[in-house]
């Protein structure tokens, strides 16, 4: 057993993730016979959202990657980053984002879905930037964050319309229902939603340049996020909804085609970079398009050739990302031109790592040949889109195994230059993790049963849907076209290899002709972004309290008219003088006239402060009206209020100097648009009172106020039990507000930090 | 600050009384007219008065505390009263009652009672209350 560093959290940060993988192993046996195991409990029942968890094949298969994976990673953390000041709130980063990923695999219900898928997006975000000191950092964390978190944003607007589509939230009872939900009317709607989702967490073209950013983290969270889970998200969520929105003429073109581009696309970058670690982020790109590709082909063999490959890749691209941290560990540097011969130096390091770039190469007899096979027969065997998807599979076969001679042939072979001659092997802690995941790649090949039964062929049935797939993995079983096509991988694979030099040089000029740039593009995209947002805050949000008025004013005003006209809200509109004013004695006229009178001082006078005192008379006014119509409490606190406001004002104005008003010029506009709201809210009142007010709500209070509420009064139980998270709410509000204006106040002055003693 | 004797002297015996009516006014609130905000209001007034009297130096120091940090202090009260319920397997925010001393054999009977609603109804007076004074001590020391 290594020891561990990183004190306790290094501890927790491993055992928990172990854990979990061990709880996993229970499901196996159930899950492999074909049975799904529900787990849940009710969380906002009256919303349908249930905190429910679905175990079958497809979730079984990434728990395990996730949590199994995790525990090397984080094995591998603890020398990797356990002397890092800030490492145990990496560890924690890390297993939010553990449990966040579980979640989303596990999750049974769309809403819980999302919150974990989102769980994900943040915790990724503060892992990416976890180097926090480094400005490219925080702009690859927060690129990411971005994109993400829109496509995060469609697909909660997809999950809700297919949830109304389906009439529930819980995915194993809409997998039920793929052909009601294709022939729905929404279908399109949310397919697009879904895969903007999809393919901003899976990185697939034209979203995928956030991935090969998003190196900027630590490596052990390149091999955990960037290869073996947060990236296969996307993935995962394509998979599990192929039962549903699956099998469809946009459903096969989008992701056959966005798949196919995205793989070739990310194959060719990936062989043009001298970075190892950027090799391996673009071999990862180039995955996750195989897999968008075989999921969107859809067939029984497609679906089967993406599920070995997904195991295939998860294996040995976490064992190559954590191999070049060793690497870039023990030597300072991952440039492919300076690393030679390092094999005499770092045996098990290069043991492990060659084992995992074999799988990728596809060499018999490791899992990743069985892979490759499995995807070319897969793509032969198409009726439709056959040439391109076989045709962008092999020109991604051909280039993977030249980039995993990139990654581990060309530093590990040769002779070891003067520079590395100091050179040693790494700590076991980090050698353990790619050293087990290579030899699984191994294992997985010569003995296909085991991953056959337990992992692939429950994760088949899942997304495929049905359990009549029949699932036999074999190394070799006869020469067929796929095995000739797998030779021809090998021999013109190793030439290019050979001509690695020449091909980057090419690709170079190639790339750097082309005119269309995505990551400056995005740069673009966000100053676009900010101007807009600068022109809009120019336009609103003047500084002159006037201009705010006349834009809340003229906002309300539209929304009322607008409203009114649209909606016919208000039919025939009676405005019944005589019943209005009858039975009105003279108490209520003399507030009226008083009312009336202070208004008319308020907007007559020149004076500043006899303008606060006369809008004082007004809402004094209005108290009175509260008191003759008996709402005691309302009227109080409109008395408080009032007097606070006027105090408050005539304290500001004491210290101005100026109590003239100005912009004399601009009072018929005013005056015009006070008239113009004054009527719309009386027509609003007039029209509300000549219906019937619903009083039902309002009865149910007054009967079960004493009874259920102990209180009397019930406006107040109102506000403080029937409807208290209301007013929670309206008092956060108070404090927030009573918070921004402290801070604007202090903030005009930052000298005055410090208050008092001095004056 | 307004340099008055009259002023001054009433502040004294206005500020007590204010502070007492407003504490008064949230208790009685849940069956008489009253409650956690108007009382809040009041006592706001109170310090409000010794502010304009004595400047609003003075009146922080009467105060002790950060009117913001009574504020924040009253805002989890209020969710303190709020998530106590859940305790007890009721929703959030339902109304958890303890009638002390009171008489089982007669329902009319109520003792003396206590309730979480109680609670919840001072943290909204010392949301108010620090939430006002807040503002007010800022705009006063501003100008």
């Known amino acids: 057993m290594p020891r561990v560093y990183g004190g306790p959290a290094g501890w927790i940060s491993v055992l928990v993730p172990a854990a979990i993988f061990v709880w996993f192993l229970q499901f196996l046996a159930p899950v492999a016979a074909g049975e799904q195991v529900l787990i849940g409990t009710d969380w906002v029942p009256s919303m349908e959202i249930r905190l429910s968890f679905l175990i079958d094949g497809l979730s079984l298969t990434f728990g395990l990657l996730i949590s199994g994976i995790g525990a090397l990673v984080t094995l591998y953390s603890t020398r990797y980053l356990g002397n890092h000041p800030e490492y145990p709130r990496f560890v924690l980063f890390l297993l939010l984002f553990m449990v966040g990923m579980l979640g989303l695999v596990l999750s049974d219900n769309l809403i819980a879905l999302f919150v974990f898928w989102e769980v994900t997006t943040i915790s990724s975000y503060l892992l990416i930037g976890f180097d926090s000191d480094s400005a490219k950092s925080r702009r690859s964390a927060l690129q990411a964050l971005l994109l993400t978190g829109t496509g995060g944003l469609a697909l909660l607007a997809g999950m809700i319309l297919l949830g109304n589509a389906a009439g529930s939230f819980e995915l194993s009872e809409i997998l039920t229902m793929g052909d009601e939900i294709r022939a729905h009317e929404h279908y399109v709607p949310i397919l697009i939603l879904f895969l903007a989702g999809a393919f901003t967490k899976s990185a697939q073209f034209p979203f995928h340049f956030w991935l090969p950013n998003a190196m900027a983290a630590p490596t052990p969270v390149s091999a955990y996020l960037h290869s073996a889970t947060m990236v296969k998200a996307g993935v995962y969520l394509m998979a599990r909804m192929n039962p549903t929105l699956g099998g469809t003429e946009p459903w096969f073109w989008a992701l056959v085609v966005a798949g196919g581009f995205t793989t070739v696309f990310a194959s060719l970058l990936a062989v043009r970079q001298t970075d190892i670690k950027q090799v391996l982020a673009y071999t990862t790109l180039m995955a996750l398009g195989a897999l968008t590709l075989f999921i969107g082909a859809g067939t029984s063999s497609a679906i089967k050739a993406a599920m070995i490959f997904l195991v295939v890749h998860s294996l040995y691209k976490a064992a190559l990302f954590l191999m070049i941290g060793i690497v870039d560990h023990e030597t300072g540097t991952r440039e492919v031109d300076r690393l030679r011969g390092l094999a005499r130096k770092m045996p098990v390091t290069f043991v492990a790592g060659a084992l995992a770039a074999i799988s990728m190469a596809g060499i018999p007899p490791f899992f990743g040949f069985i892979g490759k096979e499995f995807l070319y027969k897969a793509g032969l065997e198409l009726e439709v889109a056959s040439l391109w998807v076989t045709g962008t599979i092999f020109a991604a076969s051909v280039l993977m195994f030249m980039a995993a001679g990139i990654s581990v042939a060309r530093p590990f072979l040769g002779r070891t230059p003067e520079a590395l001659a100091a050179t040693h092997e790494g700590p076991a802690a980090m050698w353990v993790g790619p050293l087990v995941l290579g030899g699984l790649s191994l294992w997985f090949g010569l003995f296909s049963d085991l991953p056959e039964q337990w992992l692939v062929a429950p994760a088949t049935w899942a997304v495929y849907g049905s359990t009549a797939v029949e699932v036999d993995l074999y190394l070799f079983r006869e020469v067929n076209a796929a095995f000739i096509l797998s030779l021809v991988t090998f021999a013109v694979g190793f030439v290019l290899y050979l001509a690695r030099d020449r091909i980057r040089a090419l690709l170079s000029r190639i790339i750097e002709a082309n005119p269309i740039k995505f990551d400056p593009g995005w740069d673009r995209v966000l100053d676009g972004l900010k101007a807009l947002a600068e022109w809009q805050t120019r336009l609103l949000q003047s500084g002159v309290l006037q201009r705010y008025m006349v834009i809340t004013f003229v906002t309300l005003a539209i929304g009322m008219g607008v409203t009114i006209w649209t909606k016919d809200a208000l039919g025939p509109l009676v405005l019944d003088l005589a019943a209005t004013f009858d039975g009105l004695v003279f108490m209520h006229w003399a507030v009226l006239v008083f009312i009336t009178c202070g208004a008319l001082l308020t907007a007559y006078t020149s004076s500043r402060m006899t303008a606060v005192a006369s809008l004082g008379v007004v809402g004094i006014g209005v108290a009175l009206i509260f008191i003759m119509f008996s709402a005691p409490d309302v009227a109080i606190t409109q008395l408080l209020v009032e007097t606070l406001t006027v105090v408050l004002v005539a304290v500001a104005m004491l210290k101005l100097p100026n109590l003239k008003l100005r912009n004399e010029e601009r009072r018929p506009g005013h005056a015009a648009l006070s008239l113009v709201v004054g009527a719309l809210v009386t027509v609003v009142i007039v029209a509300v009172v000549q219906d019937d007010i619903d009083r039902r709500i309002t009865d149910y209070f007054e009967i079960a106020s004493w009874p259920e509420a102990y209180g009397r009064n019930i406006v107040n139980v109102i506000l403080v039990d029937f409807r208290a998270l209301d007013t929670f709410g309206e008092i956060a509000v108070v404090v927030i507000a009573a918070l921004a204006a402290y801070a604007l106040l202090r903030g005009k002055r930052p000298g005055r930090v410090k208050r008092g003693e001095d004056d | ?143």
């Open chain 2, 1 to 143: 600050m307004v340099n008055s004797i009259i002023l001054n002297a009433a502040t004294r015996l206005l500020v007590a009384l204010l502070l007492l009516f407003s504490v008064y006014m949230m208790l009685r609130g849940h069956n008489l007219p009253g409650g956690g905000f108007i009382g809040g209001l009041i006592g706001a007034t109170g310090f409000v008065l010794y502010a304009m009297a004595h400047g609003p130096e003075a009146a922080r120091a009467a105060l002790r505390y950060e009117p913001q940090n009574i504020a924040m202090m009253g805002l989890g009260i209020a969710l303190a009263a709020g998530v106590y319920a859940v305790f007890f397997g009721d929703a959030f925010f339902t109304g958890q009652w303890w009638f002390a001393g009171a008489d089982p054999a007669d329902p009319d009977d109520k003792g003396l009672p206590i309730s979480s609603v109680l609670v919840f109804d001072i943290g909204v007076y010392l949301v108010v209350f620090g939430s006002i004074l807040t503002l007010v001590f800022a705009l006063e020391e501003e100008v």
